[in-house]
């Protein structure tokens, strides 16, 4: 009978084994292409967001866009006031790919 860690040695043994095949490119299927490359390096851009509204409605924008994955709570600015009563607005600025 095989002890845990003889298993899991075995288990590491044959991911490793797995992962080298993938990188020996034996389970690859990259077709070539004869054509040079007409813009190797993409170009980004700045593109900026920006939310204005009560405190309640910018966080939970905030939160919303985590939910459907478009942007970490972590990357927008602090809530920050606009002078207006009641009033926050908060920044997102990310990088976009132009063609």
Known sequence: MMTQLEKF?????????ELQQY???????IP????P???????????KHLLIGSSKAVSSTIHYL?????ASIGDWSPLLPT?????????????ILMQ
Do not use: C, H
């Open 9 to 17: 040695v075995k288990n590491q043994d044959f991911a490793q084994s």
């Open 83 to 95: 002078g207006n009563p009641d009033e926050v607005m908060s920044i997102l600025i990310r990088q």
């Open 23 to 29: 990188l020996d490119g034996e389970n690859l299927n």
């Open 32 to 35: 070539t292409l004869n054509q």
């Open 37 to 47: 490359a007409q813009n190797p390096l993409p170009k980004r851009e700045p593109i």
């Open 66 to 70: 985590q939910v459907i994955g478009y």
